[in-house]
């Protein structure tokens, strides 16, 4: 069973990069074809698609993050990360890391992490 | 971008009943369309891909319906775990994914 955890700063200051990484234990990051996502959440609101990386290193932006997005993969420690640059208080949320499957699951979050609250104030 | 609308924003119904929630998208995604319900404080499970296949565990109580840019969530007899919100997702436009904004289901 595939598990994903979420894991870094709860607070970050206005104007500085929040960084997140997401350890994959129950199986290797590298093994099938899949897909290592980011999506956010803010309190009382809907589900924002971040980005994802492939194994292979390629990565999909939200065309309105993608001058602050980076996703990277650390595939020996069976990790993928997330920094955002430039926050501000609207980068308020709850971050999640999720397996996005293949073929039928193109595109699609099988697996979830736990999420994490990242707070952007001063 | 395709945009996704669910309605209605929130819906109060009691166990037993038939609930149905409806996702419709900006232009025609086909079948790239899937279901996630979402207890408070837990991330979302996926429950429908392909618009109308059950992901595996999930019971048999959910369905979906449609293609195009009309869709359809529908809890059969609605059980005490689930009351939650429910989000579609689009992924037709893959590498872009959206999803809709939820619908709240709670008790009347």
Known sequence: ?????????????????????CTV???????????????RQPAGKGLEWIGRIYTSGSTNYNPSLKSRVTISVDTS????????????????AVYYCAREGGGILTGLADYWGQGTLVTVSS | DIQMTQSPSSVSASVGDRVTITCRASQGISSW???YQQKPGKAPKLLIY?????????????????????????ISSL???????????????FP?????????VDIK
């Open chain 1, 1 to 21: 069973q595939v598990q994903l955890q979420e894991s870094g700063p709860g607070l970050v200051k206005p104007s500085q990069t929040l960084s997140l990484t």
């Open chain 1, 25 to 39: 234990s129950g199986g290797s990051i590298s093994s099938g074809s899949y897909y290592w996502s980011w999506i």
């Open chain 1, 77 to 92: 420690k069976n990790q993928f990360s997330l920094k955002l640059s430039s926050v501000t208080a609207a980068d308020t």
């Open chain 2, 33 to 35: 369309l899937a279901w």
């Open chain 2, 50 to 74: 392909a618009a109308s296949s059950l992901q595996s565990g999930v019971p048999s109580r959910f369905s979906g319906s449609g293609s195009g840019t009309d869709f359809t969530l529908t």
């Open chain 2, 79 to 93: 059980q005490p775990e689930d009351f939650a919100t429910y989000y579609c997702q689009q992924a037709n436009s």
């Open chain 2, 96 to 104: 872009s994914i959206t999803f809709g904004p939820g619908t709240k």
